[in-house]
């Protein structure tokens, strides 16, 4: 069922698909309290305003969830049509540099387009990205995942052992790597650094994978178009070298992804439980108050 659905969603336009997904979004704060407190909570601590943004967040998270199967499924000149490069310049000049790339994905906007958009660059055909996946919960998924993701240009990396190695040599090699670097690791694999303000258990394999391989380090936000225009892919180079520190390395890697999500605060995934304690990690730090308003944040996208 979830395949045909999937299908389906995959042929009907951009813009029907995310304004299908922005009401459905929509529904879930009615329907699940526990959702809706931590999407209010979350805003709240990056200093954002929960009465303001929590509806458009929501509509935005549900537009997220449906326009995957449309990037992943849709023939690839498809989506060739909606893809931005808004910061071409600094991937170019990371990309000439000669070294690894690492992009870091952030669960911002239409972050799945990003890997597909890289793939599709002409770079891709000679430094293909691998990516780090997690396997999907419902084994039905998985082949649709694997086939769906994995296209030229793109690898797949499991988020384990071999994934990891699979990591190293594509760095050894010079190619491009992708990891989306929000989501909560396992005890043995993160540190609490700071995110807007409050200890977040962040995973160390980026930074550690960096230094490694010598890589350049890039934070990549993919913005959502109103009216399934397409989708704008917004690039950071990571500021300062990385030391080696892992608390350090943590913290400013979670600053460059807090600077990426205030360039268009209203589609990041605020619902999402960022700063839950894995099973066995050590107690989270106290943490200060939470950020002071955020006024002057830019508004959020228009949604249905």
Not at 40 to 69: C, F, I, M, W, Y
Not at 123 to 149: G, H, I, N
Not at 253 to 274: C, D, H, K, S, T
Request: with cysteine; net charge positive; charged share 20%.
């Amino acid at each position: 069922m979830l395949l045909f659905v999937f299908r389906l969603l995959s042929r009907l336009p951009l813009g029907w698909v995310q304004a299908l997904g922005g009401l459905l979004g929509r529904l879930v704060p009615l329907f699940s309290a526990a959702y809706r407190q931590r999407l209010h909570d979350n805003l709240r601590q990056a200093g954002l305003d929960p009465a303001r943004l929590a509806g458009p967040v929501a509509a935005e998270s549900g537009k997220q969830s449906l326009e995957t199967a449309w990037v992943w499924l849709r023939p690839r000149a498809d989506l060739a049509a909606k893809v931005r490069w808004a910061d071409e310049p600094v991937l170019r000049a990371a990309l000439d540099d000669g070294r690894a790339v690492i992009i870091l994905t952030p669960h911002l906007g239409c972050f799945e387009a990003i890997a597909q958009g890289y793939a599709l660059r002409p770079e891709a055909r000679t430094r293909p990205m691998t990516a780090l996946y997690r396997r999907p919960r419902k084994d039905v998924l998985l082949p649709l995942v694997q086939d769906a993701r994995a296209k030229e240009g793109l690898l797949l990396a499991p988020a384990d052992l071999r994934g990891v190695r699979m990591l190293m040599r594509a760095l050894k090699s010079r190619q491009v790597v992708g990891i989306l670097p929000d989501q909560v690791p396992a005890a043995g694999d993160g540190v609490w650094a700071p995110f807007f303000g409050k200890p977040a258990f962040t995973m160390v394999l980026p930074s550690r994978l960096a230094l490694a391989g010598d890589a350049i380090v890039l934070v990549l936000g993919a913005e959502r178009r109103p009216g399934g225009a397409g989708f704008d892919i917004h690039v950071e180079r990571l500021a300062a070298p990385l030391t080696g520190d892992a608390l350090h390395d943590a913290a400013q890697i979670n600053r460059a992804i807090e600077a990426m999500v205030l360039r268009f605060p209203g589609q990041y995934l605020w619902g999402y439980n960022r700063y839950k304690k894995p099973a066995n990690a050590p107690e989270p730090p106290v943490s200060p108050a939470p950020a002071a308003s955020a006024a002057a944040a830019p508004p959020p996208p228009a949604a249905p």
